[in-house]
């Protein structure tokens, strides 16, 4: 435990969360209340949070006083009121939790009491912020480069405006709604759509002009300021793709790659700046667009809060981002911060180093919902279509781009010199032009036809490094398929990165044969540690990354370790329940003292945290990778979530204890819109079934609906290997509540499927019954007689007040523009919480 000087007038601490999951709002604000609400809790604060995701992983934190209710200004201000919090921290919950705050403080009056103080930043400064034309004004009162921005109500005064601006343009909400969304207007015809759009994302039906930049480099630095002034950069990054592509849509790299020395010193120059005039006391991610012909540097978007870039950089770089800008914002100095044991005693003062190059990959939607007949518009733009995000770690830029791919899961063999042989010469230039979401492959596919890098550069606006780059994979890929069998052609492919299962395809052959020629010749992958002083300075080192070298800098970490394999990125369905599901089982080995190792390759995700686990593999979650860590820390036992086949069949074929977390391949599909969907929900302890209640399910929607007083001796449970919690499911017409359920009317069409983890998080929350610890507990023979004694009386349990988990209020249309309605069940991205009322 840290130990730091804490303000002393702190004494009752309230985090908003960031609400529900949605496009560009993964699990990173839940990840880093929950990693920071212990430390606190250690030094005698009374920690309060609110957030309305069932998935949120700081409402189940022992840390804290959680209140699971919609976020609202009045819910708000109830515990404000009712506990007497003294302090606010917006900034961890990120862009949502910052603008309600917002709206609370604008709505306080006299008679609410005193008004909480804001933690980061000051109460001016938060507004300033959450106004963008107000920010872009002050910046540009201080000297910075900005783009100036236009404040309309009426399409008659944009109109007016646009006889003296040129096209393109760009336009947003003021005040948005919801996540805001860049709308770049480059036609005439489109302007009147994208004002009344924007118009309607805003609260005050306003609306924010300014002059797009498409075709500039977008750069992102992380940087801190301390209470006295004191400022570091811990992180920068640059997009691939040019502006005129969201950021999150683009391939990124950590460090930046392209860029002068003296543009780089400039930006952070700037970035000090904002944080000054900000008087910020935290952490803040700048957003720049460069213009390389010109040197010309704008700021585009400051945000000094927890957000995506701050969670990828504390991977990046083993910086600890969170911590750190906790201490900041309760107004400690960088050079008086103490952090854990598990951090080196220096490591909040050191500006991080890296000696590894990061790749961010984007993860879309767009495959699985074609399988299922949704088409959807696949053209990358300034409005976010990806759902998740890889990274892959590596010596240079081609083996992280290899790791981040085969991390993405994407079948190895489309990454291939035979890919994409299909696509003819017009409609490669159309999507060099108008880029889709398979962007690294195409522009591989136009090397491959010998297309001129100069040429390439200017159609895309990439910078040239990346065509250097991306050239000389396909060189060496090429040259390594025509060169079968050969040992000096296996070294080289693994020391950029290509995994077994893709030289196995070159050489049409199976990975276990590589496997084997690696190993019978000395072939052997290294680990390097992910440290913030890249090695300069002794530090306990716990996240680690694979490379070919001479040094392994990794050793076992105990010999009755478990290994846990993450979810990967974020999808439509899994959402980020997959992840809940996977730190909850971390969290519980932790408490039932066992080593931990997890494997998991997503900067969103809460199973990263420093502190979950004693040892952390930042790698794609493929065999051949799994193998090498098995095969470095010997593991007892590998826990893995039901839904990965493949490996889970791979694993035992090589020998491997596995204990499954149940899932179904795919996240079951949702009833209808004027159906309901039943289901008899029952905990299986690897011996017995225990009945829990009965849910029903409409079109996105759930609820608990009546309690089980006894198990159907009608059904039989013959299919149940693996300890955790099932459902049968079944359909009726009669809508139940509270009422005893006659068995002899279920349908024999009923069957039998494990519980989706969303649902589960549900049930947790509102039966405060932890069913996931549970499953760990049952999977490893340490159930205890309190659990046993509960599981034999849970079927009584009723919930006392009627809560319903609800979709989320996602814009697939903005964001996807599908052809079909999409089923909210299947594809869910994030849900929250409702109380429904009695009927």
């Not at 010193?265 to 900000?278: E, G, N, P, Q, T």
């Not at 290294?526 to 300075?537: D, I, M, N």
Request: proline residues 5%; charged residues 20%.
């Amino acid at each position: 435990m840290s130990n730091i000087t804490i303000n002393t007038n702190i004494k009752k601490l309230l985090f908003i969360g960031a609400g529900a999951n949605d496009f560009g709002r993964e699990a990173e604000h839940d990840a880093a209340i929950y990693q920071v609400m212990p430390e606190l809790r250690g030094h005698g604060i009374d920690v309060f949070v609110i957030d309305e995701n069932p998935y949120a992983l700081s409402l189940e934190s022992l840390a804290a006083t959680s209140f699971w209710q919609p976020l609202t200004v009045d819910n708000i201000k109830m515990i404000i009121q009712a506990n007497q919090i003294d302090t606010v921290v917006p900034l961890f919950g990120g862009e949502a939790s910052l603008r309600i705050w917002a709206e609370v403080v604008q709505s306080w009056s006299h008679g609410d009491g005193t008004l909480p103080n804001t933690l980061g930043l000051s109460i001016d400064m938060l507004l300033k912020v959450n106004n963008i034309p107000a920010m872009t004004a002050f910046m540009a009162d201080n000297g910075l480069p900005v783009i100036k921005n236009y404040v309309l109500k009426a399409q008659d005064e944009a109109n007016e405006l646009l006889r003296t601006l040129q096209l393109p343009l760009m336009v947003r909400a003021l005040h948005p709604n919801q996540t805001n969304t860049r709308h770049i207007i480059e036609r005439l015809d489109d302007f009147e759509a994208a004002i009344h759009l924007a118009k309607s994302q805003s609260v005050t039906q306003e609306v924010i002009l300014s002059r797009a930049i498409n075709g500039l480099k977008e750069v992102s630095l992380e940087v801190l300021r301390d209470v006295r002034g004191n400022k570091m950069q811990i992180g920068a990054s640059e997009d691939m793709d040019p502006i005129g592509i969201h950021t999150a849509d683009s391939l990124s790299v950590s460090p930046i790659l392209t860029i002068q020395d003296q543009l780089i010193s400039r930006m952070r120059d700037y970035a000090f700046r904002v944080a000054d005039m900000l008087q910020l006391q935290g952490i803040m991610h700048v957003q720049f667009a460069v213009d390389d012909d010109t040197d010309k540097i704008y700021i585009i978007k400051v945000s000094p809060y927890i957000d995506q870039m701050a969670s990828r950089m504390a991977l990046a770089t083993g910086y600890p981002t969170m911590l750190v800008a906790m201490n900041l914002a309760m107004g400690v100095p960088l050079e008086a911060i103490v952090l854990p044991h598990n951090f080196g005693p220096q490591a909040a003062m050191m500006e991080p180093m890296m000696d590894h190059v990061v790749v961010k990959l984007p993860v879309f939607p767009f495959g699985e919902l074609a399988e299922t007949g949704i088409h959807v518009n696949r053209q990358l733009n300034s409005v976010q279509k990806s759902v998740g995000s890889t990274l892959g770690f590596g010596r240079t830029f081609i083996e992280a781009l290899e790791k981040a791919i085969r991390s993405a899961h994407f079948n190895n063999a489309s990454f291939s010199p035979t890919n994409m042989a299909h696509i003819n010469d017009d409609e490669l230039i159309q999507q060099l032009i108008h880029p889709q979401d398979n962007r690294v492959l195409l522009l591989i596919e136009a090397i491959k036809r010998g297309y001129e890098i100069d040429e390439l550069a200017e159609l895309t606006a990439i910078d040239e490094f990346f065509f250097h780059q991306l050239q000389h994979l396909h060189q060496l890929e090429s040259e390594i398929e025509a060169d079968a069998d050969s040992i000096a052609s296996l070294k080289r492919g693994k020391k950029y990165g290509l995994s077994d299962g893709l030289l196995a395809r070159f050489w049409h052959t199976d990975f276990k044969i590589i496997r084997t020629l690696a190993q019978t010749n000395k072939i052997e992958v290294t680990y390097k540690a992910v440290e913030p002083s890249a090695g300069e300075f002794p530090e306990n080192a716990r996240q680690y990354y694979a490379t070919f070298e001479s040094e392994n800098e990794s050793t076992q970490v105990a010999e009755d370790a478990i290994l846990v394999i993450g979810s990967g990125a974020f999808r439509m369905g899994d959402a980020a329940s997959g992840g809940y599901a996977t730190t909850i089982t971390m969290s519980e080995l932790h408490r039932l003292q066992h080593p931990t190792i997890i494997m998991n390759n997503n900067p969103s995700d809460a199973t990263l945290l420093p502190h979950l686990a004693d040892k952390q593999y930042l790698e794609p979650l493929e065999i051949s990778d799994v193998m090498k860590v098995v095969e470095l820390e010997q593991p007892k036992t590998i826990i893995i979530p039901g839904n990965r086949r493949k490996l889970i069949r791979a694993l035992r074929e090589l020998g491997q204890q596995v204990v499954i977390l149940p899932k179904e391949k795919h996240t079951p599909g949702g009833p209808d819109e004027n159906e309901s969907e039943f289901a008899l929900n029952l905990f299986f302890d690897g011996e017995e079934v225990y009945p829990i209640n009965i849910t029903q399910h409409m079109a996105g929607e759930m609820r608990v609906i009546a309690p089980v007083n006894a198990m159907p001796s009608t059904l039989t449970f013959t299919a149940l290997e693996n300890p955790g919690v099932y459902q049968i499911i079944w359909y009726e017409r009669t809508v139940l509540w509270r009422q005893a359920v006659d068995f002899t009317r279920i349908q024999e069409a009923s069957w039998l499927r494990p519980m989706p983890f969303g649902q589960i998080a549900f049930l947790t929350k509102a039966m405060c019954v932890e069913w996931l610890r549970l499953t760990i507990r049952a999977a490893l023979h340490e159930l205890t007689a309190q659990d046993r004694t509960l599981l034999a009386n849970v079927h009584d349990w009723v919930i006392p007040e009627p809560i319903a988990m609800v979709a989320a209020d996602v814009n697939y249309r903005l964001h996807l523009q599908p052809s079909e309605v999409i089923d909210g069940t299947r594809f869910e991205i994030g849900v929250s919480v409702s109380d429904y009322g009695r009927s």
